[in-house]
């Protein structure tokens, strides 16, 4: 069991489909990160959350909607998705956005999209 | 260019086996972290460190500074050991930097 939770665990959805995922966690970590990874490939930062502000977007299409409620959840809003958007989705979190901080890494939504 | 490689991509060995997975970065970091993600997708970071040598278990974990290189290593290797071991580092300020990966396979 991981301490970051992500649901859901599996989503398949067509292209003209919205749907979100969750990501929580209750360490009190207030950086939170979207990941996205294909097959065999390093995972690619997407977003960061520091004390719930966007604190980077890297150039992620606006298909892909954060959102942070609050200090323990995280939300990626999905619209519109494209069949190259399949890919296994992680989130993330550390005590803060330094760069000394080791992320703690939820156990990804896998996602496809027909 | 800010670049992390990682040797060997893929990596088979029999169980009890002593493994090394080494990880080379081409400019100087704030921190390595060295990460193990198992077929279903989950990350565990296993350490980080910006200078000389953790243990956890069976695990240990090595920098040099100078020659900006670190090394994974395993000891005693069970087939629970097999999963892909990332290494990531963060270079100044900037986000984490992954490499491609190490595949391990451990035969009983």
């Known amino acids: 069991d991981t301490e970051v939770t992500q649901t859901p665990k599996h989503l398949v959805m067509g292209m003209t489909n919205k749907k979100s995922l969750k990501c929580e966690q209750h360490?009190?970590?207030?950086?939170m990160y979207w990941y996205k990874q294909k097959a065999k490939k390093p995972p690619e930062l997407m977003f960061v959350y520091s004390y719930e502000k966007l604190s980077i977007n890297e150039s992620v299409p606006s298909r892909f909607s954060p959102e942070c409620p609050n200090s323990s959840l995280l939300n990626l809003h999905l619209h519109a998705l494209q069949p190259e958007d399949s890919a296994l989705y992680l989130c993330?979190?550390?005590?803060?956005?330094?760069?000394?901080?080791?992320?703690?890494f939820g156990d990804g939504t896998r996602l496809s999209i027909l | 260019k800010n670049e992390v490689e990682q040797s060997p991509q893929n990596l088979t060995a029999q169980e009890g086996e002593f493994i090394t997975i080494n990880c080379s970065y081409s400019v100087g970091i704030s921190a390595l972290h060295w990460l193990q993600q198992h077929p279903g997708g989950g990350i565990v970071s296993l350490f980080m460190l910006s200078s000389g040598k953790k243990k956890h278990g069976r695990l240990i974990a090595t920098i040099n500074i100078q020659e900006k290189h670190s090394s994974l290593h395993i000891t005693a290797s069970h087939p629970r050991d097999s999963a892909v071991y990332i290494c990531?580092?963060?270079?100044?300020?900037?986000?984490?930097?992954f490499g491609t990966g190490t595949r391990l396979t451990i035969i009983p």
């Open positions: 360490m009190g970590h207030r950086a």
């Open positions: 990531a580092v963060t270079f100044g300020n900037e986000k984490l930097t």
């Open positions: 993330a979190s550390s005590q803060d956005e330094s760069r000394f901080q080791p992320q703690h």
